[in-house]
């Protein structure tokens, strides 16, 4: 059974940081790519993409809006995904999800967690 779990989110105030944690199992983690997604907190809000590794290659993205604040790592032996987020924003208040695909980071990955919420006040 494929698990990713969330963890690590919270409420801080506008420039804190925060470590976002992705524990996985039940895919090979080294041969796939895995990422963070965010969906702010409201109706109608789009789920965005927010940084991706491929593990194997240790290749990283990330969206304009959090480059140079936050970055992606992964340990293998934990098989876990990481996400420290520094100089927060209220702009970045939203549900974090972890996600898995075995080709490429993009919308329709083949798993998912069930996110976890950060939200930053101003």
């Known amino acids: 059974e494929v698990q990713l779990v969330e963890s690590g989110g919270g409420l801080v105030q506008a420039g804190a940081s925060l470590r976002l944690s992705c524990a996985t199992s039940?895919?090979?983690?080294?041969?796939?790519?895995i990422g963070w997604f965010r969906q702010a907190p409201g109706t109608g809000s789009e789920r965005e993409v927010v940084s991706c590794i491929s593990v194997g290659a240790g290749r990283t993205e990330y969206a304009d809006s959090v480059t140079g604040r936050f970055t992606i790592s992964s340990d293998s032996a934990k098989k876990t995904l990481y996400l420290q987020m520094n100089n927060l924003k209220p702009e970045d208040t939203a549900v974090y999800y972890c996600?898995?695909?075995?080709?490429?980071?993009?919308?329709?990955?083949?798993?998912w967690g069930k996110g976890t919420l950060v939200t930053v006040s101003s």
């Open positions: 996600a898995a695909d075995s080709e490429l980071c993009g919308d329709n990955m083949d798993y």
């Open positions: 039940g895919f090979a983690f080294d041969n796939y790519a």
